[in-house]
């Protein structure tokens, strides 16, 4: 209970605050060690986890890889991008697990830990990343940290922000809406280009001896992301309906890249209120829409509800799959089906 409350202190950014701020914590913390002084309540298991932290800082068994580069990353879609570009000579590590979303994520303390022997830390600009990205840094001084999204310009959406999952309190209660940049830039082909490029230049920044084996993967990815572009514009050329609904706005950069609309189920990281999800159900009506997006990453109530309205369905397509070139060729046809079905309807 103590070490829990002394972690979230940290987490919460307790060396940003200034000294006002700082008293309400030291004043809470004070009182629960009081109080579990009382109890005796204890945790042992945390603890321990800080002691192991300690002594693994000082391994020195840093440089035992055959010679690859450690690059840890912020999202498993980063780990295709890197491994395209570096290929055997690098081994990349994925900060938000698979199953999780990258608005949220906490890292864990072992992956902190598996920083000390990381050598760039490629990041992509992700909401986690704004609260992490000092401790991040802090847990491994030597190593790159790098923004892999410079360059580009980001789209702007309503507040990104999953904290209010799975409550009901709606944003209504909230006062105003906070507009945010929209963080979803690897599901554009063509700003993942940008990205390589970044990618290739931090390689070749750690690891000069090599540029050339990055320059031609480099060569070889871009012209991967070409064709991709070039099936996806392919796919959903003829589409009259180019309007979709989807739980989670991910799909901002895509559809403004293939000329579709994307209409968000959530806004600002939370359920629709009933009189939004009223004027969803009816918008979906009037363009005889038939299926609703969501993703496996994110519950999405809300998408059943308009789904069951509209005597349609939910389809799964994730922001997040591994084998991204692929993912994105999937999710270029199952839009161009359903759309077309819903057109054809009229
Ligand atoms: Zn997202």
Same mark, same amino acid.
Request: net charge negative.
């Given at each position: 209970m103590?070490m829990?409350?002394?972690?979230?202190?940290?987490?919460?950014?307790y060396?940003?605050m200034?000294s006002?701020e700082?008293w309400?914590p030291?004043?809470l913390?004070?009182?629960?060690?009081?109080i579990?002084?009382?109890?005796?309540?204890?945790?042992?298991?945390?603890?321990e986890?800080?002691?192991?932290?300690?002594?693994?800082s000082d391994n020195?068994? /840093?440089?035992?890889?055959?010679?690859?580069?450690?690059?840890?990353v912020?999202?498993?879609?980063q780990e295709y991008?890197?491994?395209k570009?570096g290929?055997d000579?690098v081994r990349?590590n994925?900060m938000?697990?698979p199953?999780?979303?990258?608005?949220?994520?906490?890292?864990?303390? /072992?992956?902190?830990?598996a920083?000390?022997?990381?050598?760039?830390?490629?990041?992509?600009g992700?909401?986690f990343?704004?609260?992490?990205?000092s401790?991040?840094? /802090?847990?491994?001084?030597?190593?790159l940290?790098?923004d892999?999204?410079e360059?580009?310009?980001?789209?702007?959406?309503i507040?990104?922000?999953?904290?209010?999952?799975g409550?009901?309190?709606?944003?209504?209660?909230?006062?105003?809406?906070?507009?945010t940049l929209?963080p979803?830039?690897?599901?554009?082909?063509?700003?993942?280009?940008?990205?390589?490029?970044n990618?290739?230049e931090?390689?070749?920044?750690l690891?000069p001896?090599?540029?050339?084996?990055?320059?031609?993967?480099?060569?070889n990815?871009?012209?991967?992301?070409e064709?991709?572009?070039?099936?996806?514009?392919?796919?959903?050329?003829?589409?009259?309906q180019?309007?979709?609904?989807?739980f989670h706005?991910a799909?901002?950069?895509?559809a403004?890249e293939y000329?579709l609309? /994307?209409v968000?189920v959530?806004?600002?990281?939370q359920?629709p209120?009933a009189?939004?999800?009223a004027?969803?159900?009816?918008?979906?009506?009037k363009e005889k829409?038939?299926?609703i997006?969501?993703?496996?990453?994110?519950?999405?109530?809300s998408?059943k509800?308009i789904?069951?309205?509209?005597?349609?369905?939910v389809?799964l397509i994730s922001p997040?799959a591994?084998?991204?070139?692929?993912?994105l060729l999937?999710?270029?046809?199952?839009f161009?089906?359903?759309?077309?079905?819903?057109?054809s309807r009229e």
């Open positions: 103590i829990i409350m002394i972690i979230i202190l940290m987490l919460s950014g060396e940003s200034n006002s700082k309400f030291m004043i913390l004070t009182l629960i060690l009081g579990n002084g009382i109890t005796g309540c204890t945790s042992t298991d945390t603890t986890t800080v002691n192991s932290e300690t002594n693994n020195p068994e /840093q440089t035992n890889h055959q010679d690859q580069l450690d690059i840890t912020s999202i498993i879609p991008f890197v491994k570009i290929g000579r990349v994925v938000v697990e199953g999780a979303v990258p608005a949220t994520y906490e890292p864990k303390p /072992q992956q902190l830990q920083l000390s022997e990381a050598e760039a830390y490629i990041g992509i992700v909401p990343e704004t609260v992490w990205m401790r991040i840094s /802090q847990a491994n001084p030597k190593m940290t790098v892999s999204t360059g580009i310009e980001r789209l702007t959406m507040a990104h922000d999953h904290d209010d999952h409550n009901h309190d709606h944003h209504g209660d909230h006062g105003e809406q906070e507009t929209d979803h830039v690897w599901l554009s082909p063509r700003l993942v280009k940008i990205q390589a490029q990618i290739y931090t390689l070749v920044k690891d001896k090599h540029q050339e084996i990055y320059q031609t993967n480099l060569n990815f871009s012209q991967e992301i064709e991709l572009d070039s099936q996806i514009r392919a796919n959903l050329a003829a589409l009259k180019r309007k979709f609904i989807v706005p799909w901002g950069y895509f403004q000329n609309t /994307q968000p959530e806004i600002g990281g359920e209120s009189a939004e999800l004027e969803l159900i009816k918008e979906a009506k829409i038939k299926v997006f969501a993703q496996p990453e994110l519950s999405s109530p998408a509800t789904a069951k309205e509209i005597k349609g369905e389809l997040l591994a084998d991204w070139s692929h993912n999937e999710v270029s046809q199952t161009a089906k359903v759309l077309k079905e819903e057109k």
